[in-house]
């Protein structure tokens, strides 16, 4: 069968790719448009490694075909940056050390964006469960946990203390 | 993946016509959170993807007349977001809310969870418990069925070649009338149900049941709907007694398998428990609704 043409929005330029049907969102993602970002944990739906945001929803990249993404906007790991200036919840990863190996860094970052997009003001509770599909072998999660909750206060217009060096 | 064709029809008709002339195997797409996951594997080997999500009417969530129309592919947290359904049905609401991740929310559907076949389904109990009717094309037209005979056994539907599932259609609920839906997991998030149970209950002024459906799910081959357990609620309010007699006829209801989430002995008793749990709910929001 020839491959199937996709017109899309990444990261809010107009992208087209050609895949085959049955190359996955993330495959097309990395391999045909080098949009390395997103990894592959598990490739079936469980680790949130491959989260991207489609049409202002979290979902799992591994989980779509390619041509699912016909016509529809998708947000990247690589689009929560504006140019040099780092988004909170990359910012405060950084300052809480937030991460080890890095490789579901990616996921996470992606995750909290959406979390923080519908809700500003989220709980320990209500965060841990939003991030449920994001798996992390590394940190035990509770740095992650406490620099989403920080970047949500900077994103309020609060001032959070620095954490403790 | 191995190679497969995909089409995205834009009409029921040419979605019927594309699966039922499809040689090989042709499987619907909907929200893919398990047809993926299947086709990762192996265990499913389509030779065509026939995608629901172009289709009139299959994703959204209307009222028509004295019934809620939740078209078969709308995702979890379209449903979710729905303030009409879950005022409405906050079981069903619930029962949607379980299934996976908050990834898989942005995509999972009703009629994925169903026509799946899990004994398990988080979203199939409770919309069972509202006597809902799916709405099936086919090449032979349309029919409304009740949602409870889709499902044959595990991973098996009664749905033909060329047949899928449109919408899912509930009746308005009654004054006093409301629903809830538990499952336990050994896990916090993202695990199968041991048990699941759903119980829709209509009460009148004094709080007394008149009517009642009790669902559980992942203790039989298929979702059981536990008639003795609707038979211990209506006439009574929700006493201890009736309590007592819930939690039998449910732990007596149950035919469940040991598995590496729990015993035969542990589903029935959970069952149990969460027959009761699941009522004190649902008396407790049907009495609000008056």
């Given at each position: 069968m020839s491959k199937q043409h996709v017109s899309t929005v990444i990261n809010g330029e107009p992208m087209e790719f050609l895949c085959e049907a049955q190359q996955t969102l993330l495959d097309c993602l990395r391999d045909e448009l080098h949009l390395t970002g997103s990894k592959e944990g598990c490739g079936s739906g469980d680790c949130g490694a491959c989260s991207v945001i489609l049409d202002g929803k979290l979902v799992c990249s591994c989980l779509m075909l390619g041509v699912e993404a016909e016509g529809h906007t998708i947000t990247t790991v690589?689009?929560?940056?504006?140019g040099d200036k780092l988004h909170p919840v990359q910012q405060k990863f950084l300052e809480h050390a937030a991460l080890q190996c890095g490789f579901c860094t990616p996921g996470f970052i992606v995750a909290a964006k959406a979390l923080l997009d519908e809700n500003k003001n989220p709980t320990e509770e209500e965060t841990r469960y939003w991030l449920a599909g994001n798996l992390c072998r590394c940190t035990g999660y509770d740095k992650i946990v406490r620099a989403v909750l920080d970047a949500a206060a900077v994103m309020r217009g609060e001032n959070p203390p620095s954490p403790a060096t | 993946m191995p190679r497969v064709s995909y089409t995205a029809p834009t009409t029921i008709d040419d979605a019927v016509k594309a699966l039922a002339a499809s040689a090989g195997l042709a499987k619907v797409l909907s929200g893919g959170t398990d047809l993926l996951v299947q086709m990762k594997s192996g265990r499913t080997r389509p030779e065509l993807i026939v995608d629901m999500?172009?289709?009139?009417?299959?994703?959204g969530i209307r009222e028509e007349g004295d019934q809620i129309v939740i078209g078969g592919a709308t995702p979890g947290v379209m449903i979710s977001a729905d303030e009409m359904l879950t005022r409405a049905y906050p079981g069903i609401v619930e029962g949607v809310d379980l299934i996976g991740s908050t990834q898989i929310q942005g995509r999972a559907s009703i009629a994925g969870n169903l026509c799946n076949g899990s004994p398990a389904a988080d979203s199939v109990p409770p919309v069972i418990a509202a006597r809902a009717t799916a709405v099936v094309a086919g090449p032979n037209g349309r029919r409304e069925v009740p949602v409870e005979s889709i499902v044959t056994g595990p991973g098996q539907t009664s749905l033909q070649k060329g047949e899928f599932v449109v919408e899912f259609r509930v009746p308005k609920p009654k004054p006093r009338q409301s629903d809830a839906y538990l499952r336990f997991i050994p896990r916090t998030e993202m695990d199968i149900a041991v048990v699941g149970c759903a119980v829709n209950v209509t009460l009148d002024a004094s709080g007394t049941c008149t009517d009642a459906r009790v669902v559980l799910g992942a203790v039989a081959p298929t979702q059981v709907i536990v008639g003795e357990a609707a038979q211990a609620l209506i006439g009574h309010k929700l006493d201890e007694d009736t309590l007592k007699r819930l939690d039998a006829a449910a732990r007596a209801a149950c035919r469940p398998i040991t598995d590496k989430r729990g015993t035969i002995e542990y589903r029935i008793k959970v069952a149990g428990v969460l027959a009761r749990r699941a009522a004190a709910i649902a008396f407790e929001r049907a009495a609000a609704r008056a």
């Open positions: 690589e689009g929560i940056a504006e | 999500k172009k289709l009139p009417g299959l994703v």
